[in-house]
T-cell receptor, first 114, second 114 residues
Framework: DARVTQTPRHKVTEMGQEVTMRCQPI?????VFWYRQTMMQGLELLAY????????DSGMPKDRFSAEMPDATLATLKIQPSEPRDSAVYFC????????????FGSGTRLTVV | AQSVTQLGSHVSVSEGALVLLRCNYS??????LFWYVQYPNQGLQLLLK??????LVKGINGFEAEFKKSETSFHLTKPSAHMSDAAEYFC????????????FGKGTHLIIQP
């Protein structure tokens, strides 16, 4: 089965450090989403790209978060500087087309900022 | 703005009993509705989706859901619970077919009693 690959699976870092999370979408999928999951807020959409162009990043704290798609096989989510409140599981999902689109989710990156 | 409310953060049923997980949504346009399941330390897996047409939707693992516009509901059911159904279940809504991302409910943790 085709799958979305996220790296690393786990990351522990100190407050103030830069964190980069990577996502390899399914080949041929033209849309990539980034979601964040926390106990308090649940699943929140941070940003998404279509055909590598950013369409919406309104869910992201702009001052410290950035998302990019340097090529069709790689999406990145960067936090600089990281803070303890950024501790969460970050999911990437990819999909194709419209009309009942749902996306395939990766296994997530569990980030702990101490 | 769209939103999802899942009634009951935890639901406990006996093995073999009916599973009913409740989801109510708010949407300004005809919605697309989804149910996902999440097992520990894994990503989200699509159970079923409603787009248009038949209001009773059948999904994987014996689950089904019925779209009731008058009640703005999309409850998930399974006639007979199995131990392997123990997981977190998320209802989600999209006004754009999912192509612009999903708005998730807070989730319901399903516990199966032997």
């Amino acid at each position: 089965d085709a799958r979305v690959t996220q790296t690393p699976r786990h990351k522990v870092t100190e407050m103030g450090q830069e964190v980069t999370m990577r996502c390899q979408p399914i080949l041929g999928h033209n849309t990539v989403f980034w979601y964040r999951q926390t106990m308090m807020q649940g699943l929140e959409l941070l940003a998404y790209f279509r055909n590598r162009a950013p369409l919406d990043d309104s869910g992201m704290p702009k001052d410290r978060f950035s998302a990019e798609m340097p090529d069709a096989t790689l999406a990145t989510l960067k936090i600089q500087p990281s803070e303890p409140r950024d501790s969460a599981v970050y999911f990437c999902a990819s999909g194709a087309g419209t009309g009942g689109f749902m996306g395939t989710f990766g296994s997530g990156t569990r980030l702990t900022v101490v | 703005a769209q939103s999802v409310t899942q009634l009951g953060s935890h639901v406990s049923v006996s093995e073999g009993a009916l599973v009913l997980l409740r989801c109510n949504y708010s949407s300004s346009v005809p919605p697309y509705l989804f149910w996902y399941v999440q097992y520990p330390n894994q990503g989200l897996q699509l159970l079923l989706k409603y787009t248009t047409g038949a209001t009773l939707v059948k999904g994987i693992n014996g689950f089904e859901a019925e779209f009731k516009k008058s009640e703005t509901s999309f409850h998930l059911t399974k006639p007979s619970a199995h131990m392997s159904d123990a997981a977190e279940y998320f209802c989600a809504v999209s006004e754009g077919g999912g192509a612009d991302g999903l708005t998730f409910g807070k989730g319901t943790h399903l516990i199966i009693q032997p």
